[in-house]
């Protein structure tokens, strides 16, 4: 799984752009996920038709579990913490709100990923 890079944050843009390289010419599917909190930050309209081109979207259904799940691995860039939120309801509600976004769109409590089938 690899981060879309819509915050174009150069460790995501790294991974993202090694991994389609050492794939070209090869048969292999890519995931990718919007990277957070860029998909918070960033209005879709600035970034989605540009890095999901040829990306089919998955709609994820996020259960309360995967949800806190999804704290505790963003909790894990401790070195990122305090440049990107005041605390951890700031996170939950950054998270509620991209799930309340796409919720909207696609029913229930989501997040989209991506992938490139070939």
């Not at 050492?22 to 989605?48: A, H, M, Q």
Request: with cysteine; aromatic share 10%; net charge positive.
């Amino acid at each position: 799984m690899l981060p879309l890079s819509i915050g174009n944050h150069i460790d995501h843009l790294l991974v993202r752009n090694s991994v389609e390289a050492l794939r070209d010419g090869r048969n292999i599917n890519l995931g990718y996920y919007e990277d957070f909190p860029y998909v918070y930050v960033n209005k879709e309209s600035t970034w989605v038709s540009k890095l999901t081109s040829g990306l089919t979207p998955q709609v994820i259904e996020v259960s309360p579990k995967e949800s806190a799940k999804r704290l505790a691995a963003i909790n894990c860039y401790r070195s990122q913490l305090d440049m990107l939120w005041e605390d951890n309801s700031d996170k939950i509600s950054q998270m509620n709100s991209v799930y309340e976004r796409y919720g909207k769109k696609y029913g229930g409590k989501v997040v989209r990923l991506w992938e490139r089938i070939v």
